[in-house]
């Protein structure tokens, strides 16, 4: 059954007419113009380039810091539950090489 759907899709794809997203359709006054609003305006000029924010150091510190202590501090009490519930207890090794 899937292997017959596959292959109506496949044909049903390959006698569709191919259109270039591009060319203009044949509706009048509907035309498709290569133009990306993050770089050109609707009249097609080009637009002046983003103002940059700068990343520092230490902007990025202020973020990364905060949010790793909170991640230590979730996985630190979530492995103390784990042990006093007895899901998780870590085996003591011997190390009598």
């Known amino acids: 059954m899937a ?6 899709v ?16 044949s509706v009048p ?12 305006s609707s009249s ?19 973020i990364v810091v905060p949010f790793l202590y909170v991640g230590t501090q979730i996985s630190k009490n979530f492995a103390a539950l784990l042990e006093e519930h007895d899901i998780f207890v870590p085996e003591d090794d011997d190390d009598d090489d």
């Open 3 to 8: 292997s017959a759907l596959g292959r109506l």
């Open 10 to 25: 496949r044909l049903s794809i390959l006698r569709a007419p191919r259109r270039s997203p591009l060319t203009p359709s």
């Open 29 to 40: 006054g509907n035309t498709v113009t290569a133009c990306r609003t993050a770089v050109c």
């Open 44 to 62: 097609g000029a080009m637009l002046p380039k983003p103002r940059k924010t700068p990343f520092g150091l230490i902007r990025i510190a202020l």
